[in-house]
């Protein structure tokens, strides 16, 4: 396994997970419960943030990277890096 972190200043890593946990509050997970944030540093130095989407026919939703991936190509042509936490414990 690579590790990119280590080619990251400690600044953007910092920014780059506070934001993908942030992007968890905009997840939409009414059935699973189950939030994941994602956030990816563009090769320009902008941050972009995605969240799972759930949809009624269960495995139509949409995961948080991909999300993510999509908001950054709308907005760039490059990418540098990627973060993507999620719950660690199922919610009750």
């Not at 990251?8 to 994941?36: G, H, M, N, W």
């Not at 759930?54 to 990277?65: D, I, K």
Request: hydrophobic content about 45%.
């Amino acid at each position: 396994m690579v590790h990119a972190a280590d080619h990251l200043s400690a600044q953007e890593l910092e920014t780059l997970s506070t934001k993908a946990i942030a992007a968890k509050d905009t997840a939409y997970c009414p059935y699973s419960k189950f939030r994941v944030g994602a956030c990816i540093l563009t090769e320009s130095g902008e941050f972009v943030q995605g969240a799972n989407v759930e949809n009624a026919s269960y495995p139509v939703g949409t995961c948080a990277e991909r999300v993510a991936f999509g908001n950054a190509i709308w907005l760039t042509t490059g990418f540098a890096r990627i973060a993507a936490p999620a719950e660690l414990v199922w919610p009750e």
